[in-house]
Structure formats: structure tokens, C-alpha cells
């Protein structure tokens, strides 16, 4: 959430940030609105306990106490209940955008920064991720759906290997640049997942909750590696903090149906390698340029032709005050697929999970916190499947990949 001191000495260029997301300014004006409330029901209520002390010195009992003490019984209820309700409203304001980042409505105004490597041109016909995945034998969304339901699957073989080698592949870079390995659990408590913006019901709902019990299966290890620090103060000398986190990925994709949820592009389960920084406030635009250019380098590395788009403030979601994404070729649709993300959410998040760091000097303040995806082990299979591909149906596996999947080619298994 936003400082409730920045919303009160700046209402119009918080209103502004928010409109430009796309959010009513109508937003802040409640905020505003329940925040005089709450303040003026403080002054009320210090007013009260102050004569009832007064009262109390005189060891007297009186019609006054009484009253007081009944309108105490009232006032404090009314003062939690506005609490609540200032809480609610400030979760609703979203982060604000960076001044760098390109003002637009909608994905249609992303902005390309950057190519890199160039579309492969096939001397055959190439085929879809599904296709070469069923012919050879390590792809199977017809077992998933008969086992657990439409878009799951299992993988086979080189398949399984192959997402294996992904995860290692990410996490040996990574450690290499001083990112600490994390594996973590694959359930949260809501606090955690909502603090991070994921929802469970509406529209956008991702998280799957689970019955009768305040826990749901995560959405990215971004919750739980945002969670790990929460209620914590850091202090300075031990920032930044740099975690590679590896877990199970369940994501509802309420509505998210279209030409091109099925395969491997739009599951509901999947692995994923998250990277996570938490840093002072004046280092968040470094360490996001870090990340983005730790994606660009794996992608490189696998050789798959790729290029950056930066989000306009209208596409940037809830939490993010800028954000990067990659996406990668794919022949199949003759078009970029999205493959990574990475966001600096600023001090957004780490005011909702209280997170703060001590400085040098003693004085507190919130983190910033960043994530990027270095690994997600459904649309990253699919690019490979699909640009390595051959005319006789094998799969180059790139080189970067060879030592731990122990081959050079996917060929048909046997069995």
C-alpha cells in the first residue's frame, strides 16, 4: 500500500499516478475521506481518556465519569471499525508509476526496447509444441485432464530432463551473481499471497485456497519469498538480500481463455525459478536493470530470439512502479510469446507485509522489493520444442542444457 502521509500531503499527484494505471481518482478521495474521519474520532477519543484521568486523580465518582466511560464504549468500536475501513481503502489505491515509465491505456502501448537473435526460417513445415511433444513421447495433456483436469500434464522422459535442466541452468547463473538458492513451500497464508497482489476470487482470481483453512497453493514464489522477511527490520549492511527461489506454480487463469491457452503456453500448474531483491529505496532501479539483464542472459544462453517490452502505466498491474517483460519467438505462432516479468514494486509490498530496514544513522524505513521470473518451466520448453525443432521430428536441446540432460537430441522414445 501507498504511504497514508504521501496521499495526504499530495492527494493530486497520487490521483494522477492512478489515473494513469487506469484506477478512478475516486480512489484517494475515499482514503481522504476516512482518514479525516479516523483522525478527527482520535482527537475525540484522546479527549475523553484525558478528562477520565483527570476524574480518576480526584478518586471521585461521578455522572461525568460514567458518561465518559459509555462514550468510550462506543467511540473505540467506531475507531477500529475505521481502521479496517482505511485499511480496505488504501489496499484499493494502486502503487504509483515510475515518472520514466510510457504513459498508455492498454498492452497495445508497451514499448519495445530492445531484439535479440533473429527467427529461425525452416526449410520444412514446423510443427506446434503439442505435435512435436506427443511424437516424441514426453508431453501429455490427455493423462493430466483424465487425472486431474483440463490444462495439466505430465511430462516424460527428456521432457522431465529437459525441465530439470531449465531449473539448474537458471540457478547455477544466478548463485553465480550472489543470489541466494531458495526452495520454498508451495502453500501461503493469504496475508502473504494478498499482500502480494494475488487474488482468489473475481476476475483476475489466480490463487487456489484451500478449504476451512487460511492457506493457498502459490501463484509464484514471489509470495513466499516476499513473506519470509515480513515483520522483520533489516539492517542496512545486510542489503541487498538476492534470493532464486524455486517452486510449484497453481495459477486459476480466471478468463484467461483465448486461441492460445492451449499447451504449454496457459496451465494451471508449473515450475518456476523466481528471482527476489530486497534493497534500500535509492537502489530498486539498479537492481531491476540486474534482473532484466540476468533474464536476457539466460535467454541468450539458451539461444531463443527474444526481445523487451517495458509496460505502459496502464498495463502495469497493481503492485508494479515499473515493469519489464521478455518474450520469446514462437514459430508456431509467428509471433513473441511472453516468457519473463520483472517488476520493482518499490516500497508497495513491503508496507503491506511490514518490512522495514535500519539505517546506518538508526532511523527505520520500508525496503523496496523486486521479482523476476529467471525460469518458467512451461512457456521455456515450448520456445525449445519449437525453434530447435527438425525435419525428421528430433529436438536440439541447447548446448547450454547438454550436461545435465546427458544428450544432444530429443528423439521418439520407445516405450
Not at 485499511?87 to 530492445?114: I, R, T, Y
Not at 505462432?333 to 538508526?362: D, F, H, P
Request: glycine residues 8%; hydrophobic residues 35%; proline residues 4%.
Amino acid at each position: 500500500m501507498l504511504d497514508i502521509k504521501l496521499i495526504r500531503e499530495n492527494p493530486e499527484m497520487v490521483k494522477n499516478g492512478v489515473t494513469k494505471k487506469g484506477y478512478d481518482a475516486f480512489l484517494v478521495d475515499k482514503v481522504l475521506e476516512i482518514d479525516e474521519k479516523k483522525r478527527k474520532l482520535i482527537v475525540e477519543i484522546e479527549g475523553l481518556r484525558a478528562k477520565r484521568n483527570e476524574i480518576a486523580e480526584k478518586k471521585e465518582v461521578s455522572e461525568e465519569g460514567k458518561k465518559i466511560k459509555e462514550e468510550l464504549k462506543v467511540k473505540d468500536p467506531e475507531l477500529k471499525k475505521l481502521d479496517e475501513e482505511l485499511l480496505v481503502a488504501l489496499n484499493a489505491v494502486p502503487n504509483l508509476p515510475l515518472d520514466k515509465v510510457p504513459v498508455g491505456k492498454s498492452e497495445k502501448d508497451n514499448v519495445e526496447v530492445k531484439r535479440w537473435g533473429e527467427p529461425r526460417k525452416f526449410g520444412f513445415e514446423p510443427e506446434d509444441h503439442l505435435d512435436l511433444g506427443k511424437n516424441l513421447g514426453i508431453l501429455d495433456f490427455e493423462t493430466g485432464a483424465k487425472v486431474t483436469g483440463s490444462q495439466f500434464y505430465y511430462l516424460y522422459g527428456d521432457g522431465a530432463l529437459l525441465e530439470l535442466a531449465l531449473v539448474q541452468f537458471a540457478f547455477e547463473k544466478l548463485s553465480k551473481e550472489g543470489f541466494l538458492p531458495v526452495i520454498t513451500p508451495d502453500l501461503a497464508k493469504s496475508r502473504y499471497y494478498l499482500g502480494t497482489g494475488y487474488q482468489p476470487k473475481g476476475s483476475e482470481a489466480q490463487i487456489y485456497e484451500i478449504n476451512g483453512e487460511d492457506l493457498g497453493l502459490i501463484a509464484t514464489a514471489e509470495v513466499t519469498l516476499a513473506g519470509k522477511h515480513a515483520d522483520e527490520i533489516i539492517p542496512e549492511e545486510n542489503l541487498p538480500l538476492k534470493y532464486i527461489g524455486y517452486s510449484h506454480c497453481f495459477r486459476q487463469e480466471a478468463g484467461a481463455y483465448g486461441k492460445y491457452s492451449k499447451g504449454l503456453y496457459r496451465v494451471h500448474q508449473f515450475t518456476k525459478a523466481e528471482m527476489f531483491i530486497y534493497c534500500t529505496p535509492q537502489d530498486s532501479e539498479k537492481y531491476h536493470e540486474l534482473m532484466l539483464k540476468m533474464e536476457e542472459e539466460i535467454y541468450q544462453g539458451l539461444g531463443l530470439p527474444y526481445r523487451v517490452l517495458e509496460m505502459c502505466t496502464g498495463d502495469l498491474g497493481a503492485m508494479a512502479a515499473r515493469k519489464f517483460d521478455v518474450e520469446v519467438w514462437l514459430p508456431s505462432r509467428g509471433e513473441y510469446g511472453e516468457v519473463t516479468s520483472t517488476s520493482n514494486c518499490t516500497g508497495y509490498q513491503a508496507r503491506n507485509l511490514n518490512i522495514k530496514y535500519r539505517k546506518i544513522s538508526g532511523e527505520t524505513d520500508f525496503v523496496h522489493m523486486l521479482n523476476g521470473t529467471a525460469i518458467a518451466t512451461s512457456r521455456t520448453p515450448l520456445a525449445i520444442l519449437e525453434n530447435y525443432q527438425n525435419e525428421d521430428g528430433s529436438v536440439t536441446i541447447p548446448e547450454v542444457l547438454r550436461k545435465w540432460i546427458g544428450k544432444n537430441k530429443i528423439t521418439p522414445r520407445n516405450n
